[in-house]
């Protein structure tokens, strides 16, 4: 592949925590113009709790080398109550605080929540990244992905939207973009692998917004931009399919067009890194980027363990 492995690694998870960042600015400045000059005057782009998490869920798959769900909850529970501010919903504070004070299951925990439904927010998919790439040549990756969500969204859907995220970071990671890019393949073994209606239809329709090169605004519109999974990880995936050779252009398709833009620059960040790599992404913005270090570490530490 033209492009090292480890730099889809490091260019996936800082993709991922700079479309968090840019996101989080999208809602004081949701303009085109605007938004690069917030960005150019920002003198550190912060993360939110999307980033954090997927923080906690890299810590962890490295330190068991794989997913173990009770020690994954625990990192993340570690991590919200020393930065409780960072932007968290109100579900996952509200599993850590009754696992801590109770001695429970994080899994369960989470299934009890929303009359026992669970979660099908994106909050499972805004941080899927490290398993998309520890996993990526893996069989189970969908499984694994399912169960990296179920810690705090276990809600079929919310565990769906995930996976197949997960899937598509997979397949991006795989691909040399110096090569012909097919949309219609890469969602077609998205389509086929997802199992719940609501996530399988969303990706069902984005072949024909690509096709007929629908305006950003109306196919958000179309799939959605909330915080639910399948009103979210679609338009990112569009952003990404829409922009696959630019990281700029598909963050910006992202976060610029309303919704929950932190989780959908964070999701269409981590597509973007991954099949185009860090170099692709502006130097500018990777040094202004919080613990930037620190994340790329991870990245390279994750690498440097996944399974052959």
């Not at 960042?21 to 004081?28: D, N, R, V, W």
């Not at 790439?133 to 179920?150: G, I, M, Q, T, V």
Request: net charge negative.
């Amino acid at each position: 592949m033209a492009i090292e492995l480890e730099a889809k690694y490091i260019g996936a998870m800082v993709g991922s925590a700079l479309g968090d960042a840019i996101g989080e600015l999208a809602f004081q400045s949701p303009d085109h113009e605007p938004l690069k000059v917030l960005i150019s005057r920002t003198a550190e782009l912060v993360y939110t709790d999307d980033t954090a998490m997927a923080i906690g869920l890299a810590e962890s798959i490295l330190e068991k080398c794989g997913i173990h769900q009770q020690h994954l909850g625990g990192i993340f529970s570690r991590n919200f109550f020393r930065e409780p501010w960072r932007g968290y919903a109100s579900g996952p504070p509200a599993i850590f605080s009754r696992v801590r004070s109770h001695g429970l299951s994080y899994v369960e925990t989470a299934k009890a929540l929303f009359g026992g439904l669970g979660s099908f927010g994106n909050g499972a998919a805004m941080r899927i990244g490290p398993v998309g790439l520890f996993f990526h040549r893996a069989k189970n990756l969908y499984d694994e992905a399912c169960a990296s969500a179920e810690v705090t969204h276990a809600h079929p859907v919310g565990k769906d939207g995930a996976a197949v995220l997960a899937v598509a970071i997979a397949q991006a990671l795989k691909l040399d973009p110096k090569e012909k890019f097919s949309s219609s393949e890469f969602l077609t073994s998205l389509v086929n692998i997802a199992r719940t209606p609501e996530i399988r239809k969303k990706i069902g329709s984005l072949q024909g917004l690509l096709t007929e090169q629908t305006p950003s605004h109306v196919a958000a519109d179309h799939l959605g931009r909330s915080v639910a999974v399948d009103e979210s990880m679609p338009f990112a995936l569009y952003s990404f399919l829409r922009f696959p050779e630019s990281f700029e252009a598909c963050l910006f398709c992202a976060v610029l067009n309303g919704g929950d833009r932190d989780t959908l620059g964070a999701m269409a960040g981590t597509l973007s890194g991954a099949y185009l790599g860090i170099d692709a992404i502006p130097n500018v913005w990777r040094r202004k980027l919080e613990n930037r270090e620190m994340i790329e570490l991870l990245a390279s530490s994750l690498w440097e363990i996944t399974p052959g």
